[in-house]
């Protein structure tokens, strides 16, 4: 299956060459592939800002990469460059609030700089440890693919109707994809008839990037609006809803992009099982339980503009741009560490006690 998983993966959308981060311009797709190359810190800060990179592990990715970015231009303006570093590791944590994985790359990456006594290999040790980060998500969506896969053969081992939301695939991860990833190691499998992708107001998320990707690989894809999925358990024979996340407190809440609380609480009325696929970088023990995660909200107009043009009268918008999923509507939790069923906090600490399967 690994083997099988490696030879699919068609779409890249972070690149690191001749000391560049270069990003596939998510906001262009599907009707442009637009590279974008970035060389600082700020740049970068921005690109996740304004959704160029989206995407929990990826915008992770993408901020450790900026570090060894800024670690360059702070080397060669010379002076107390450790502490000018400080200015781009504040600006980076600022630019989107409820992904994790950001500040956990940025952890890391200073954990890393800590132990570096010696500036003339600081850049060579950073730019390591940036690659390591992008590696080990890759590793970790093959491991989670072929867990999920799993779960879905042992639990309904026909072909499935499967429903996903947002993107959770190659575009939002270092690899192959969470969500994504067990739904492409599901269709390598024969276990998949088609999948339904809510197309996720309001940046279209759903119908652009994963109605894309699934397509690019011939797995059968139909979008559609995101309050028809109700209708869809009830009439299309769903089996599984599969998701990813953003963030995931230390009792199992979930934080997912917005809509993701109302189709778990529609998937247990229906019978549907509710799957979240995420590393264990996405986990936040700090955070007792979702109340405690940050939501971030975006500008009105995201909801009040199409194309640049406003829809509707001088009234204002609330935009969230995540909810929280409670513990007790998520089925399994599938992550690098291993399969957690009816996640709890007593299971998610034993779970970080775990050192990855692969």
Request: aromatic share 6%; proline share 3%; glycine share 8%.
């Amino acid at each position: 299956m690994r083997e099988q998983l490696l030879a699919a993966e068609q779409v890249r959308a972070i690149e690191w060459r001749d000391g560049a981060l270069h990003l596939l311009d998510q906001r262009a797709l599907p009707f442009e592939e637009t590279w974008l190359s970035y060389s600082t810190a700020a740049a970068v800060a921005e690109a996740i800002r304004d959704m160029v990179v989206r995407g929990a592990p990826a915008i992770g990715i993408s901020a450790a990469y900026a570090v060894v970015l800024a670690v360059r231009v702070r080397l060669a303006a010379g002076g107390d460059w450790r502490a000018a570093l400080e200015e781009d590791f504040a600006l980076l944590a600022a630019s989107r609030p409820t992904a994790v994985n950001l500040f956990w790359a940025l952890n890391r990456m200073r954990e890393r700089l800590e132990r570096v006594k010696e500036d003339d290999v600081a850049l060579a040790v950073l730019e390591a440890e940036a690659l390591g980060i992008h590696q080990s998500d890759r590793d970790a969506n093959l491991t989670m693919a072929q867990l999920g896969v799993e779960l879905i053969r042992k639990h309904q081992g026909n072909l499935q109707n499967l429903l996903t939301h947002c993107n959770a695939g190659a575009l939002a991860t270092g690899g192959f994809g969470t969500a994504l990833g067990v739904i492409r190691a599901a269709y390598l499998e024969g276990l998949v008839e088609r999948v339904y992708a809510d197309e996720t107001r309001p940046w279209l998320q759903g119908s652009r990037l994963t109605a894309w990707e699934l397509a690019a690989d011939g797995i059968p894809v139909t979008v559609n609006v995101d309050s028809a999925a109700a209708h869809l358990m009830k009439t299309r024979g769903i089996t599984w809803v599969i998701v990813g996340a953003d963030r995931i407190a230390a009792n199992g809440d979930v934080a997912n992009k917005i809509g993701t609380y109302q189709l778990a609480v529609n998937a247990m009325h229906h019978g549907v099982r509710f799957m979240v696929v995420a590393p264990s970088s996405t986990i936040d023990m700090s955070m007792e339980h979702g109340d405690d995660i940050p939501i971030e909200e975006r500008a009105a107009s995201e909801l009040l503009e199409l194309g640049g043009k406003r829809v509707v009268g001088e009234i204002t918008a609330l935009n969230p741009v995540f909810d929280v999923t409670p513990a007790d509507l998520i089925d399994f939790l599938v992550t690098e560490k291993g399969v957690i069923d009816r996640p709890d906090t007593a299971k998610m600490a034993q779970l970080m006690c775990r050192k990855r399967l692969h």
